[in-house]
């Protein structure tokens, strides 16, 4: 079973960064995926960035793209996102999420569905 834990998040003030980060241990194949995802108060779960292991794929959504980075250390399955010029409304519980990919899979799985092992999530607060 595939456990992973997030860390990295806090408190910072708007225009500013962080660098979350998700170890995965109980990796069994080498083909994967991981995404991050986030939840504000009283708004469904959202994607907001992934990434694959099988081609170094990444995606992210509209509303990150240009300031959040998604990377990876395969020999670690460590996966970390470094946000940047973060908005108060970047404010939510971030979770990433892991999931076995076929070998020849292009691009990365980006909903909540396809992703099978979670993490405990970790808050990011943005001040204004």
């Known amino acids: 079973e595939v456990q992973l834990v997030e860390s990295g998040g806090g408190l910072v003030q708007a225009g500013g960064s962080l660098r979350l980060s998700c170890a995965a241990s109980g990796v069994t194949f080498d083909e994967y995926a991981i995404g991050w995802f986030r939840q504000a108060p009283g708004k469904d779960r959202e994607g907001v960035s992934f990434i694959s292991s099988v081609d170094g794929s990444t995606n992210y959504a509209d509303h990150v793209k240009g300031r959040f980075t998604i990377s990876s250390d395969n020999a670690k399955d460590t996966v970390y996102l470094q946000m940047n010029s973060l908005k108060p409304k970047d404010a939510a519980v971030y979770y990433c999420?892991?999931?076995?990919?076929?070998?020849?899979?292009?691009?990365?799985?980006?909903?909540?569905?396809?992703?099978?092992?979670w993490g405990q999530g970790t808050q990011v607060t943005v001040s204004s």
């Open positions: 999420a892991f999931a076995y990919v076929s070998i020849g899979r292009r691009g990365t799985p980006r909903k909540e569905y396809e992703y099978n092992s």
